[in-house]
């Protein structure tokens, strides 16, 4: 296993600066990609979800007879609840849901949502449930921002074109994301996500480009 270095230049840096040639580092918008089976659900409005469906909460908790379910969000955008017509949510017991949406309102750091026309025990169904939209629904990055799902499989290239491996998972710290990296033996690679290590990230070819000899 390979250790990045995780001290050094940490600051994000949203633009190439002319005079020191510095690389913007990337930044991670936190949304989870979905990976549910297409059962489909039984539930009110329900529908197949699919592998392009993505999580951005959890219902925490549920209040009945307010009609409401409160909710952990697992985005970088909560402000989205706020344009939903519609909560989709993939329950405990693999049960697709769609819920007319009401109101919502963010406390803190939960979500509120207030649904319509729904049974008691419909409500209540939707406790511990997963929170989705469909990719198409996301929001569109500025450069140098990624979703999480869209550079796990990445194929990581040192700068001399060897290959080091596959993304296989982003793992979120105070300091900076690291990427997890794993060869085809299953040796291990962890990549800080700072301008010093990451040269490149190209979604469309599938490709990260990683300086790895600052790991050494």
């Known amino acids: 296993m390979t250790w990045g270095r995780l001290s050094g230049s940490t ?3 949203q633009n190439r600066c002319a005079r020191c040639s510095m690389r913007p580092r990337p930044k991670i918008i ?3 990609c979905l990976r549910l089976s297409s059962s489909r659900g039984k539930g009110h409005g329900s529908r197949s979800p699919d592998k392009d469906d993505v999580i951005i909460g959890k219902v925490i908790s549920v209040n009945v007879p307010r009609r409401e379910l409160r909710i952990a969000p697992d985005t970088s955008h909560p402000e989205r609840f706020h344009l939903l017509r519609q ?3 993939k ?4 049960q ?6 009401a ?6 750091n939960r979500v509120i949502v207030q649904v319509n026309n729904l049974s008691a025990d419909e409500i209540a169904a939707a406790r511990g449930a997963l929170v989705y939209v469909l990719r198409a629904e996301r929001f569109p990055l500025p450069k140098n921002e ?8 990445l194929v990581v290239k040192d700068t001399g074109g060897q290959i080091v491996g596959r993304v296989t998972d982003v793992w979120r710290t105070p300091a900076n994301d690291i990427y997890r990296v794993l060869d085809d033996r299953g040796r291990e690679t962890l990549l800080p996500a700072i301008e010093d290590v990451i040269v490149e990230v190209d979604i469309e070819r599938g490709e990260l480009i990683a300086d790895v000899s600052v790991l050494e």
Do not use: H, M
């Open 11 to 13: 600051g994000a840096r």
């Open 30 to 32: 936190f949304e989870w």
């Open 87 to 89: 909560l989709r949510l």
């Open 91 to 94: 329950t405990r017991e693999n």
């Open 96 to 101: 697709t849901l769609v819920f007319p949406v």
């Open 103 to 108: 109101s919502v309102r963010v406390i803190e």
């Open 146 to 153: 990624y979703y999480i799902d869209d550079l796990v499989g």
